[in-house]
């Protein structure tokens, strides 16, 4: 219970600050299925699913199971023809051969023939697939879920459409402050972060970081050049120790600091590639890479649900949330289909249909720690929250304010309670952001953006220029060696 609260409660400030009878046997096929497999399950929408004879197993790292219980568990229908296996699932069609590769897509979006990663078989009379490759194309989200070892199937489009239902004004809201998907967008942005800490010492330290940015935005891609001033950084790094302890010569103090008072990088993201690349000379020059080298590291959609083209709904967030919790703990993909209809059922009580106060022309959802406590009665106490209060407000003009004051209370560890408090304005095409986050005896921070968008003709790249050099740091999982190994 308590996970499902801190997961709403997140999402909800996450809104705050935001905004998928007989087959032909053959000899390749048999050899294909060798003894070297483990038996599997699979979970549909929350609830396993039933083979009655042949089994699904786990095989070479891929879930192989019995062609026709799986689309039949999906509400689909078989037929085989001429050595051709045929599928028709909620309008998609897919046909392949026993023992092959290529599979035959035909759906909304036309005729289209793809490789799969592991080959078809037969065994007893039973065609086996892998199950993610076909979940996926007949539009499913498929994860893994090592404690029950079962491929998740879950069945996205239809559970975010439901969880919608319940916040239709608020995604009135939200469609009105989101750009145009079929336009591209030339951006400005100033980004200001102050910092007023502490060293070891108990001395003040105080530094300013500035950006400046300007970006090119399609539906699929954003290409992002900017520079920053970060000059008094340095004033916090010790500098003036380094030379006296011998560790830095006084030229190379004065270099870094000229190299810290005139950063450029570039930002180049694909959405259709689920790929971040990252030019940064600074970085390059420290590592002794070179200046024109690039960092490409993975955005992790898949582990989100999302694609490109995914719109911004409370419902879409909603599950994005509770993909990513899944995919951090594969012990809850099983679940996944249940937590995303409970976090809803939370959330609504903040954020549904019903639940905004008219205030002249506008609409205003308040989420505070009355509500809390009203909602979840004794689990409220357990909450680390010592204030709590969020409002969305949805204006006449089409804009959105956001106001937010929270602080956290971290017992045991007197001096650490955090506060948290903010203002943000929102429009189709322009952004304001004001933060302050207090941390007690650590000190505090301050952050400021400002943004304007204007729609142009320009596109933004997808992919560093040609010959560049690029340096592939995997995602983030992979970066901190937490991947999960997954058999699905």
């Known amino acids: 219970m308590k996970k499902l609260i801190s997961l709403a409660l997140t999402l909800a400030l996450a809104l705050s600050l935001s905004v998928p009878a007989l087959a032909a046997q053959t000899t390749a096929g048999a050899k294909t299925a060798g003894a070297a497999s483990q038996t599997v399950g699979v979970v549909l929408d929350g609830k396993s699913v039933a083979f009655p004879d042949a089994q699904p197993v786990l095989k070479s790292g891929r879930t192989m199971v019995p062609y026709r219980a799986l689309v039949e568990s999906l509400g689909g229908t078989v037929a085989y023809q001429d050595g051709t296996i045929t599928c ?9 051969q026993a023992g092959g590769t290529a599979v035959t897509v035909k759906d909304a979006s036309g005729t289209r023939t793809v490789q799969m990663d592991a080959a078809c078989y037969v065994v007893n009379g039973r065609t086996y697939v892998p199950v993610r490759f076909f979940a996926q194309a007949l539009g499913y989200d498929v994860l893994w879920d090592s404690a029950k070892r079962s491929a998740v199937l879950v069945d996205s489009k239809t559970l975010i459409a439901e969880a919608d239902k319940n916040f239709t004004q608020l995604n009135a809201a939200l469609k009105k402050v989101a750009s145009d998907p079929s336009k591209n967008y030339k951006s400005s942005a100033v980004y200001d972060i102050g910092l007023n800490l502490k060293d070891e010492s108990g001395k003040a330290v105080t530094a300013a970081l500035k950006l400046n940015l300007t970006m090119i935005s399609s539906a699929t891609a954003v290409e992002m050049k900017g520079t920053a001033d970060a000059s008094s950084l340095a004033d916090m790094m010790g500098l003036d120790a380094a030379v006296k302890a011998g560790t830095m010569t006084s030229a190379q103090v004065t270099a870094l600091r000229s190299t810290l008072s005139n950063v450029s990088f570039q930002v180049i993201c694909s959405l259709t590639d689920d790929a971040m690349y990252v030019n940064l000379p600074a970085l390059s020059a420290l590592t002794g890479a070179s200046a024109s080298a690039w960092y490409k590291l993975s955005l992790g959609l898949d582990s989100l649900g999302l694609s490109a083209g995914s719109q911004s709904t409370v419902g879409t967030l909603i599950y994005a949330a509770c993909r990513s919790s899944a995919s951090e703990d594969s012990t809850l993909a099983a679940g996944l ?46 909450l680390p929250f010592k204030t709590f209060n969020v409002t969305l407000t ?16 971290t017992a045991g560890e007197a001096g650490l309670d955090m506060t948290a408090s903010g203002t943000m304005n929102v429009t189709a095409s322009s952004g304001k952001i004001n933060m302050k986050l207090d ?10 953006l400002t943004i304007a968008m204007t729609p142009t003709s320009e596109t933004p790249a997808t992919q560093p220029p040609a010959g560049a050099v690029v340096v592939d ?3 983030m999982s992979s970066l901190s060696a937490l991947a999960p190994q997954t058999a699905a």
């Open 337 to 382: 289909y249940d937590t995303v209809r409970e976090t809803s059922t939370a959330l609504t009580a903040f954020l549904g249909d019903g639940k905004s106060v008219q205030s002249g022309t506008s609409s205003k959802w308040t989420m505070d720690s009355a509500a809390l406590t009203k909602i979840l009665g004794a689990d409220a106490a357990s």
């Open 88 to 96: 028709q699932v909620n309008g998609a069609e897919l046909s392949f």
């Open 394 to 409: 949805a204006n006449a003009d089409g804009s959105m304010d956001i106001a937010f004051n929270i602080a956290l209370s």
């Open 473 to 475: 740091l995997g995602d």
């Open 439 to 448: 941390m007690g005896t650590l000190g505090s921070a301050t952050y400021a």
